[in-house]
């Protein structure tokens, strides 16, 4: 693993020097590793978590999909914590997790399809909210958290976001609905595709998310898998829907439009040949907003699959103005396995094909920005 952070180390130092066409950093970047002895209770990677604080103490909370189970990490003792067994059968049970939210011990939120599920440290379902009832699926779409659309509670108002997937009405409509669980109201957001989207009609392949990890000042922010520009809604602002300056415009984008009924290779090389924005995550600690952009594959691979396909790490200030971008190594980092704490930002060290991990620890570099 040491040479990768060596990579890394170069590459965050390079680009702090490079004058880039779009900005110049000057800063400097603290980067540590952590290393999480595991056995077969724990996974070495969990694209379906969640990153909270307990008693000052930054753990996380991953969703064993193989066991059937949540798994907790302490990220500052680096060990692992408890393993809870979640029922599939009964009264306590509860199918495949999509998203988790850790509020308190008594409020782990689990969203699995078309329902949300509410359980207690010891795994006992404590609520559970058919979203069917309480969706217009027909009107709206289905009610869906994913690994791009977060699973988060906002305490103040008892409030969970879900994004509305409309098989029917792909183009148009409202992308987001927010759920009042204390009197089981919803309230459809009017969040919606950009102009580039139904300029394509919908055509985009396989990048039709919408992402969201957090709110960001009291504001929920978001983003397109298609698009540069970042995006904030604010339900009690003179204007709700802020587009972020300092980027390309979402009209600017190029990504290519598909054919209409296009043959599943198509959809394969256009996924493999574009660029993807994946979801948007505020780092309140820093006044930071960090971003990871999957590109086209490195040229020098002859074959490449999706496994080759570039990612770069960009940031931006509070304004959501762009100020810079670092090139990760390459088959290093999980693509959906990145968090924030006060600690820093976590990128999970267990790519696939890099050969410096294994599967007897979790592995992490936290990057800590000055």
Known sequence: MIQWRYVLFL????ASCHKSKRATFSGKVEITHIKIPITHKQLNTYPISHAFEEQGIPKLVGYNKPAHALNFFDLVAEKAGE??????????GIGDIKSIYYHNQDSIFLYEQGKLQIVNLQGRLTQSMDLFELVDVKQYGMPVCNLFFKLNYQA??????FTLINQKKPIEGSLVAALDIKNSQVAYLPISHTQVFKDRKGQVGYMRNIGFYGYWQGKILYNFQYASSLFL???????????SSGLETAEAETVAMLEDKAPSEAYDQHMLQSTWYFTVMPDPWRNLV?????GAPNPKYEHPSNMEKSMIFSVFDKQLQYLYSYPLPDHTYELNNWFVNKNGLYLNASHPKNTASGEDFMEFDVLKFK
Do not use: F
């Not at 590459?11 to 390079?14: A, D, P």
């Open 156 to 161: 103040e108002n008892h409030t969970l976001l």
């Open 233 to 243: 809604y604010d339900p009690n602002g003179p204007e709700p829907l802020i587009q």
């Open 290 to 294: 960090y971003r990871l952009e999957w």
């Open 11 to 14: 590459g965050l130092m390079l």
């Open 83 to 92: 393993v809870v067994p979640l029922e599939k059968q009964g009264p306590n």
